[in-house]
C-alpha cells in the first residue's frame, strides 16, 4: 500500500511563488512516474506536470514557464516549484503516483494553494 502526503500549500500574493512537496511511503517498489494535479473552481481535475523515476518530465502546456517539477536525492520525494502566481492558479494540488504493482494511480489528499489579487 502507498501513502502520498503534500505539504506546502497555502496563502500567497499574485507574483509569488511557492514550493510543493509530496513524500511517497508504504510499498512504494512498484512505482515508476510521480506527478501533480490540481482542480480549481469550475473545472475538472487537469494535469500540472509529472516526473518518471528516469527523470523524464512532462507539463502542461500552459504551466511549463512557471512551474518546475522535480525529484530529490532520496528517490521517495516529488517537489513542484511555483513562480508567478495568479489567482487562477487557487485550487487544490494533489501528489499521484503511476504503480505498475498496483495497477493504477495512487493520490494524495490534496493541499490548498490560494493567490490573492
Known amino acids: 500500500q502507498v501513502q502520498l502526503v503534500e505539504s506546502g500549500g497555502g496563502l500567497v500574493q499574485a507574483g509569488g511563488s511557492l514550493r510543493l512537496s509530496c513524500v511517497a511511503s508504504?510499498?512504494?517498489?512498484?512505482?515508476?512516474?510521480m506527478g501533480w494535479y490540481r482542480q480549481v473552481a469550475g473545472k475538472q481535475r487537469e494535469l500540472v506536470a509529472t516526473i518518471t523515476n528516469k527523470g523524464r518530465t512532462n507539463y502542461a502546456g500552459s504551466l511549463k514557464e512557471r512551474f518546475t517539477i522535480s525529484r530529490d536525492n532520496a528517490k521517495n520525494t516529488v517537489h513542484l516549484q511555483m513562480v508567478g502566481l495568479n489567482i487562477q492558479d487557487t485550487g487544490v494540488y494533489y501528489c499521484?503516483?503511476?504503480?505498475?504493482?498496483?495497477?493504477?494511480?495512487?493520490w494524495g489528499r490534496g493541499t490548498q494553494v490560494t493567490v490573492s489579487s
Open positions: 508504504g510499498t512504494i517498489f512498484g512505482i515508476v512516474q
Open positions: 499521484a503516483a503511476e504503480d505498475v504493482h498496483y495497477g493504477g494511480r495512487h
